[in-house]
């Protein structure tokens, strides 16, 4: 422990009434001698203070203090009355430390040692909790927070406040020594029944008699308050900061009414012996709303307001004010954000400008709805992907021995993946917050599809000198990683996807490349599944138009479908589904009977449990713990090995069953999916792994393409160092496919004869004849409809519709058996390592990719609710699309360096997903909804009537973004990855998103071209675009130590081109508490003129009372970062905590 030596000896020195008890002591102590050491005895005056024990030099208390004891956690052992006729005591440690006092008379003994057994701080803590109970239960104090909790009162953001109220003191008395106090005022709300409440506090102001406080307390409706309501302000002088040890100097009460009443009031701070102390200044403001816009503005670059979309309020008072005429603003949030954030924290500021007028700043902070909601819907689709790949592998039926095994293993991986998904679902369902996931659980693998501590970071500013206003927006959200995923932590997602491309390894990089064949042929059976689905809703619309009879659109629609159903027989390849279904030696041959038996039964058990499954959706019938409750989430398959009694779905053949379908008996085991199965969702032949398709093109597929992937593979590099990222990224979407066609007899030996296989290819070359028969006959029928003049006849539109029905069924046909040839193609080429290594790999990727998805769509909704409707009709309209960036605060040492791999890999993840524009009406939904398929997913985005009905094509109202990602570590740990080179991967990483965010700059010069010939603002210190990106280049190529200026640019230029900017550290509490206040005050001195001299106190005021400190105690129930002071010190100046705020903590 450390010791201020001149604070103790000025505490030790003071008068008498000041100290416990004092008197004189006979103390034995070690006395240095000439010649050796020797025990004696002396008089001293001690002095007893809380738990500090002090001693002076002599036996009067005029002497000097030369020692103190500091008491606690120690024995007293008491000693029988000595020769010399005193009373000795002993204090003890266990450390074995021991101090030998005595008195001259026992009374006086007894009372030193009531005194010391009153001293240790716990006893001292516990006679202090007692006695404040003791003053709770005589009059009640509640917390605010509480006092909301309690009533169930909700913080509405829109509410219009009763008064604001700012507040200044002057003449505040100095202590003993001379020294100014560092006064905080509480404001105290005394209601009729007894009840009080601490309703606000201000800033601590240091060492200051005539303080200026900058945060302002509101008072609310929705709290119960009315004009009768008493307020009571009390001022205290803070005499530590680190344990916030306060003592009261003054205080004062009014009513409410007559802070409402009165712009501007002094009034004297009193004692309770009615003592003036000094005086405090009430500026208050009665808000009364003018007008409540739909939707806020952002003006990141107007000086003009749009007063139509504001809430107008002006000063109040019963006499004339002094700036007759002066509106004060207060925000609206707007519905769309009401509904979709809750547990909004709020802190209100009043700043002075350079100018000589007032800067307004509401800071808010608020939980998305959809930290868990979005979650959910992405793992119905994960787990409605996997049952459906289960489907195929189990409907396959008996093949040949050799494949059995292969079958059931392949099998047992989906399920087990299932079960995963299933847990997830299921505890997000349960959590005990439910739109909040703390840092602390960071760890909790049944949590991990959540994103971490994602909030909303909203600053609302208004300039009354400059008369100008403005949204700024951060979504915080901590690392898009897969925390649990411990023993995997060796550089993340970018590490693990390269090893399984086996970039080192040949035999690797096959069975990669056989996985990219897998995938390819997958998304033909997607892209197949999609058109059919388009062609019949297309033919559904064609009988609708003829009975509307727009002969017209008619005809626009059929010219569709040709184009649609010629795609669909181009991916219709039947000797390719010949010689799959060959391979794995269909039909039967001879095997072992016993060995069989034993596979089917397992088969037949999985094939239970997927039936129920499908009985269950919310899948609370089976016991996932041993795939998810532990920290390492990766699924396992154990094989199963149990009989089952269920009815067994692999049919014998009987003759009844082989004329199910016309024609489709082509000598194989059974029939695949009944005719009136029908996919639920979507399909899109576009993988979450592959470039985005235009939003022009129609087809997202090429007839002439091959039906298998590529086995040719470009590896250039053969470290994490020395990869390019973009390039690493980029491959994930597989090879570059072959013009010619790929056979699948790489390896397997052909078990069908020719014969058969003839026999089989002709039949199946029939089906897709009959599907081109089918379609020409309704489209035949539909033109020849549209041609007459007259109304259809029901019996018309009827036949048009048989006509349909026969195409449905026909291109069922064909969809199932290009499943049922995708199954036996995995069967022949699928290894079950290699599956379940991506297995492994495809829950981390999922879980990191749902985190970013939720962390997006909720920055998505704020910008629509923040931006003006104007831009984002032209961002959208240009095919431009939102820019989203990224910034990271981790350090590429030890587990951070693989949570920057996981993000990297989920953000480029992210620009493949499609999102759309719905209208919110009575039927549709205000929250988000995903659609599609994993290879295909689809958010729809909620947003005003206003803005969708300035859309004119619809087309337009889908969009991708363009996600940019910098990170730059901070903390102790960057600086050891710095200087042990760790760092060239992102320096590498930082370069590709300069370029990519170049290429977007380029396109936004398009749309939003410069005006070079405008005169320069003056309100405005912002630099131009152009400059910010050229310092931008310099600065990210620059391989400087903590290079924070790549961050700070890169923020202004996203808000510079209406982006929207998220930021991120590994659990977005600490970190990422000083980049966002950073950036805030830097917006205020930048765009709205704050004062240089207030720029330092406004950092500390936004760091020790906004809403970033509240969001430490959300977290982990303490109010404090979690930063040590060597930690501190490791963190450039500008990211550094104020005194007070931050302790050795859990992170």
């Given at each position: 422990m ?12 003071q ?10 002591m006979?103390?034995?102590?070690k ?11 002396a ?8 738990n500090?024990l002090?001693y002076?030099?002599?036996?009067e ?15 007293v ?7 010399n ?5 002993h ?5 074995g430390?021991?101090y ?6 026992e009374?006086?003994?007894?009372m030193w040692l ?5 001293a240790?701080?716990?006893v ?13 239960r ?12 309690q009533?169930g ?5 829109n ?5 604001e ?6 003449n ?27 309703y ?13 406080f900058?945060?302002t307390?509101?008072?609310?409706a ?13 001022v ?13 100097m003054?205080?004062?009460?009014m ?42 503005v ?12 504001k809430?107008?309020?002006?000063r109040?008072s ?11 603003k ?16 709020q802190?209100?500021y009043r700043?002075?400008s350079?100018?000589?007028?007032d ?14 909601q979005?979650p ?6 994960f787990i409605?992907?996997?049952?459906e ?7 396959v039926?008996e093949?040949n ?18 079960k ?6 299921r ?6 917050h ?35 206003t403005g ?23 970018i ?8 970039i080192?390894?040949p ?10 064949k ?22 559904e619309r064609?009988?609708v ?6 002969v ?5 629609t ?7 159903s010629?795609?669909?027989l181009a ?13 794995i ?26 039936n129920m ?5 919310d899948c ?10 532990s ?7 154990d094989?199963?090995?149990?009989s089952s ?9 009987t ?6 379908l ?17 996919n ?9 792994r592959?470039p985005?398709r235009s ?6 597929f ?16 053969s470290?994490l ?5 973009r ?10 496919k ?7 007899t790489d390896?397997?030996p052909?078990?069908?004869d020719e014969a ?10 029939s ?8 379609c ?10 549209s ?13 048009l519709r048989?006509?349909?029905h026969?195409?449905e069924k ?20 699928e ?16 879980a990191c ?7 997006v ?21 240009s095919d ?8 990271g605060l ?9 949570m ?10 992210l ?9 919110v009406?009575?039927?549709n ?21 206003s ?14 973004i363009t996600?940019v ?27 590709d ?12 010069n ?12 003056a309100s405005?210190r912002?630099k ?7 310092q931008?280049?310099?600065?990210v190529?620059?391989?400087v130590p903590k290079?924070?200026?790549?961050l ?12 929207i ?40 005021i ?7 400190r ?17 930690q501190v010190?490791?963190?450039?100046l500008?990211y ?5 705020t ?6």
């Amino acid at each position: 422990m450390r010791y201020n030596k001149q604070e103790l000896a000025a505490l030790a020195s003071q008068t008498a009434q000041n100290f416990d008890r004092e008197g004189v002591m006979v103390m034995k102590e070690k006395q240095e001698g000439f010649f050796r050491r020797s025990e004696g005895c002396a008089a001293r005056w001690f002095r007893l203070r809380g738990n500090l024990l002090f001693y002076l030099k002599g036996p009067e208390p005029w002497y000097e203090p030369i020692g103190v004891i500091i008491l606690g956690q120690h024995q007293v052992k008491l000693q029988s009355q000595d020769e010399n006729g005193h009373w000795p005591f002993h204090i003890v440690w266990e450390n074995g430390v021991c101090y030998r006092l005595a008195t001259y008379h026992e009374s006086e003994r007894t009372m030193w040692l009531k005194a010391i057994h009153l001293a240790p701080y716990d006893v001292l803590n516990a006679q202090v909790t007692t006695l404040r109970e003791k003053l709770n239960r005589i009059r009640p104090v509640l917390d605010i927070n509480t006092y909301r909790l309690q009533k169930g009162i909700v913080v509405d953001m829109n509410e219009v406040p009763l008064c604001e109220l700012a507040l200044s003191c002057d003449n505040l008395l100095c202590d003993a020594h001379g020294q100014p106090p560092s006064p905080l005022i509480i404001i105290y709300i005394r209601h009729s029944k007894g009840l009080c409440i601490k309703y606000g506090t201000t800033e601590i102001c240091d060492k200051s008699s005539n303080p200026c406080f900058s945060k302002t307390i509101l008072f609310r409706a929705s709290d119960g308050l009315t004009r009768d309501a008493v307020v009571r302000i009390v001022v205290y002088d803070v005499k530590e900061r680190v344990s916030e040890t306060a003592v009261p100097m003054g205080f004062t009460s009014m009513q409410l009414s007559t802070i409402q009443e009165a712009q501007r009031l002094r009034v004297a701070l009193m004692t309770r012996d009615s003592k003036t102390v000094g005086f405090v200044t009430l500026h208050g403001w009665s808000l009364e709303p003018s007008y409540i816009g739909t939707s806020p503005v952002h003006s990141n670059d107007k000086n003009s307001i749009d007063i139509s979309q504001k809430v107008l309020c002006h000063r109040r008072s019963q006499s004339l004010p002094p700036r007759l005429g002066l509106k004060l603003k207060f925000p609206s949030y707007g519905s769309l954000l009401k509904q979709n954030f809750v547990n909004s924290h709020q802190v209100t500021y009043r700043f002075h400008s350079g100018l000589g007028g007032d800067i307004t700043v509401h800071e808010i902070m608020a939980e998305p709805k959809l930290c868990y909601q979005l979650p959910i819907q992405l793992l119905d689709i994960f787990i409605q992907r996997e049952k459906e790949l289960l489907e195929e592998l189990l409907s396959v039926g008996e093949i040949n021995g050799m494949f059995q095994k292969k079958q059931l293993e392949l099998a047992g991986i989906h399920m087990s993946l299932i079960k995963h998904y299933c847990h997830s679902k299921r505890c997000l369902q349960q959590s005990e917050h439910a739109y909040f996931k703390a840092s602390s659980k960071k760890d909790d693998s049944s949590l991990e599809f959540a994103p971490i501590n994602l909030h909303l970071q909203r600053m609302w500013v208004y300039n009354d000198t400059l008369n100008k206003t403005g949204f700024h927006d951060v979504v915080t959200a901590g690392a898009f990683a897969a925390h649990t995923h411990k023993s995997e932590r060796t550089g993340g997602l970018i590490r693990l996807v390269q090893q399984l491309k086996g970039i080192n390894c040949p035999k690797s990089a096959i069975n990669f490349a056989i996985a990219n064949k897998v995938q390819t042929d997958y998304d033909n059976v997607l892209a197949m599944i999609r058109l059919r689905d388009e062609v019949i809703m297309d033919m559904e619309r064609i009988v609708v138009l003829l009975q509307a009879s727009q002969v017209d659109d008619v005809i626009d629609t059929v010219e569709g479908i040709k184009r649609k159903s010629k795609s669909m027989l181009a991916l219709w390849e039947p000797d390719v589904v010949v010689e799959s279904m060959s391979m794995i030696g269909w039909p039967k041959q001879a095997f072992n009977e016993e060995a069989e038996l034993q596979t089917m039964s397992s088969l037949m058990r999985l094939t239970e449990q997927l039936n129920m499954f499908d009985a269950n959706s919310d899948c609370d019938t089976f016991d996932a713990s041993s795939s998810s409750s532990s920290k390492d989430t990766s699924p396992t398959v154990d094989v199963p090995t149990l009989s089952s009694s269920a009815h067994n779905i692999f049919h014998k053949r009987t003759d009844s069953n082989r004329n199910t379908l016309e024609r489709s008996d082509l000598q194989f085991y059974n029939d695949y999916f009944n005719i009136e199965e029908r996919n639920r969702f979507n399909y899109s032949f576009r993988s979450v792994r592959s470039p985005v398709r235009s939003k022009n093109d129609s087809l997202s597929f090429d007839s002439n393409r091959t039906r298998r992937g590529s086995l040719k593979h470009d590896y250039k590099n053969s470290s994490l160092e020395q990869v390019s990222y973009r390039c690493l990224m980029d491959s994930l979407s597989g090879a570059e496919k072959k013009k010619g066609s790929d056979k699948k007899t790489d390896t397997i030996p052909n078990a069908v004869d020719e014969a058969m296989k003839k026999s089989n290819l002709i039949q199946l070359k029939s089906f897709g004849e009959d599907l081109e028969s089918c379609c020409n006959s309704c489209l035949d029928a539909a033109i020849h409809l549209s041609s007459l003049s007259r109304a259809k006849t029901d019996d018309e539109i009827d036949g048009l519709r048989a006509l349909i029905h026969a195409f449905e069924k026909t291109s069922e046909r064909l969809v199932r058996w290009e499943r049922v040839s995708h199954a036996s193609f995995r069967l022949c080429c699928e290894l079950p390592k290699c599956s379940r290594d991506h297995a492994a790999l495809q829950t981390r990727r999922d879980a990191c990719f749902s985190q970013a998805l939720a962390t997006v769509t909720s920055g998505l909704l704020c910008w629509f609710c923040s931006t003006p409707c104007d831009i984002v009709v032209k961002v959208l309209t240009s095919d431009l699309g939102p820019l989203c960036q990224f910034e990271g605060l981790l350090s590429l040492y030890a587990a951070e360096k693989a949570m920057w791999g996981d993000m990297v890999v989920a953000i480029e993840d992210l620009q493949t997903v499609v999102f759309t524009l719905t209208k919110v009406g009575h039927s549709n939904m205000s929250i988000p909804q995903v659609s599609g398929t994993r290879g295909s997913l689809n958010v729809q985005i909620p947003v005003s009537d206003s803005l969708y009905g300035k859309f004119t094509d619809k087309k337009q109202l889908s969009f991708t973004i363009t996600a940019v990602f910098f990170n730059i570590g901070i903390n102790e740990k960057a600086t050891l990855a710095e200087a042990l080179g760790e760092t060239t991967p992102q320096f590498h990483s930082n370069n590709d998103n300069l370029d990519r965010l170049n290429k977007y700059y380029h396109k936004y010069n398009k749309v939003f071209p410069t005006d070079h010939s405008a005169p320069n603002r003056a309100s405005s210190r912002t630099k131009p675009l152009e400059d910010v990106m050229e310092q931008l280049r310099i600065v990210v190529h620059k391989k400087v130590p903590k290079n924070v200026e790549v961050l700070h640019l890169g923020a202004l230029a996203t808000r510079l081109m209406n982006g929207i900017r998220f930021t991120s550290c590994k659990s977005a509490k600490d970190r990422t508490g000083m980049s966002v206040t950073l950036e805030q005050c830097s917006i205020l001195a930048s765009e709205y003129h704050l004062a240089e001299h207030e720029m330092k106190k406004a950092l500390n005021i936004m760091r020790s009372e906004g809403c970033r400190r509240e969001n430490t105690f959300k977290n982990i129930n303490v109010r404090k970062y979690a930063f040590t002071k060597k930690q501190v010190m490791a963190l450039p100046l500008d990211y550094r905590p104020p005194a007070g705020t931050y302790g050795s903590s859990q992170t």
